[in-house]
């Protein structure tokens, strides 16, 4: 546990003074009670359970104060709570070798019966999109809360050649920031250099903002789960697209399908061997402090959408608990001067 005032803490140095002057205060009450004739009369009055019933609502107080002054510490802990994923991005691999049947019936059938539970198993308020790449990369489904409308883009995925991790993550990225101007071009280089055509009233519009890196996974509101089965053929350099989204804070899940061995597949007369690039795959988990998983079968690759369902539902990090320390001091105080007045009559 840590605060954000430790100096604060410094205050618990009253308790030990408190307790000091309640045990004068007990022995003062000794003296005091000298003066009668028979004290054991005044031990029968008392009686055995008042012994330890008489130090329990100072106890408490005293209990009290130490949260109490806990909470002005502003005391921090890690815990469990339910995320502000708002959007989430399913950008997955059309290209040809998804048609291979290491993965039954075959790759794609299988990514698509997957995402469709995992969309299934989505809380109402969050909203799902649905990038595909192969060769280039383009928005199938913007974000929505209809399901239906999302199956329905996973269905009518079409395989066509060459496979742009990079680009998949650019266009998830896009897709998140809709007003940032986030563009292919931006990593590519080849961004058009001709003027732009001022609007109707002749001004031109003035230019963004500079763009200020976040901390990698610090954005709360959006993450892309990438699903791929090969390596990069084409399109910007995944790395430097895992940067980009790193530097806005939001994370990357990236599931990897079909087997690192690869299978060779034939299609309209070619032939080549796909083959799964964990180490990429890894390495964009790795800087955008998002999760890499490894499916190399159907019901597996159920089981990690299933799975990644739940760390998206739940995460653990750092969290102020200063209402808990003055929740817990409110109610032990509460109790002592209870206990207090239906046993003496008196607040402590």
């Known amino acids: 546990m840590k605060f954000l005032w430790p100096e604060a803490l410094a205050l618990l140095l009253l308790l030990p003074a408190l307790v000091a002057a309640y045990v004068w205060a007990l022995g003062r009450r000794r003296r005091a009670a000298v003066r009668y004739a028979n004290l054991g009369l005044v031990r029968e009055a008392i009686g055995a359970g008042g012994r330890w019933r008489r130090h329990l609502p100072p106890l408490l107080f005293l209990l009290a104060l130490a949260a109490l002054l806990l909470a002005i510490a502003r005391p921090t802990a890690f815990v469990t709570l339910p995320t502000q994923h708002e959007t989430v991005i399913l950008a997955m691999d059309v290209s040809g070798s998804m048609r291979a049947t290491d993965v039954e019936p075959n790759r794609i059938t299988a990514a698509q019966l997957a995402a ?6 989505q809380p109402p308020s969050a909203r799902v999109g649905v990038v595909s790449f192969a060769g280039t990369a383009s928005l199938v489904q913007p974000p929505t809360n209809n399901r239906e409308d999302i199956v329905a883009a996973i269905d009518r995925f079409q395989l066509q050649r060459g496979t742009a991790i990079g680009s998949g993550i650019v266009v998830s990225l896009a897709t998140i920031f809709p007003d940032a101007g986030i563009e292919i071009a931006q990593l590519t280089g080849n961004r058009e250099s001709k003027a732009r055509p001022l609007p109707a009233d002749g001004k031109a519009k003035p230019e963004k903002p500079e763009f200020t890196p ?3 996974g610090s954005y709360a ?3 892309i789960i990438l ?3 090969g390596q990069r053929t084409t399109g910007p350099d995944p790395l430097e697209a895992a940067k980009m989204a790193a530097d806005r804070g939001v994370r990357v899940y990236t599931v990897g399908i079909g087997t690192p061995a690869g299978e060779v597949i034939g299609f309209e007369g070619w032939s080549m061997r796909v083959r799964l690039d964990e180490e990429t795959l890894k390495k964009i988990a790795l800087i955008t402090h998002g999760e ?6 159907a019901l597996e690759l159920r089981n990690i959408y299933s799975s990644l369902n739940s760390r998206i539902a739940l995460e653990r990090k750092q969290t102020e608990v200063t209402a808990l320390f003055a929740a817990a001091g409110a109610l032990l105080a509460f109790v002592a001067a209870l206990l207090s007045l239906v046993w003496y009559g008196r607040l402590l």
């Open 116 to 121: 469709k539970a995992f969309v299934a198993e």
């Open 227 to 229: 699903l791929t089965d």
């Open 214 to 216: 976040v901390p990698p």
């Open 292 to 297: 890499y998983f490894y499916a190399g079968d």
């Open 221 to 223: 509101s959006a993450v």
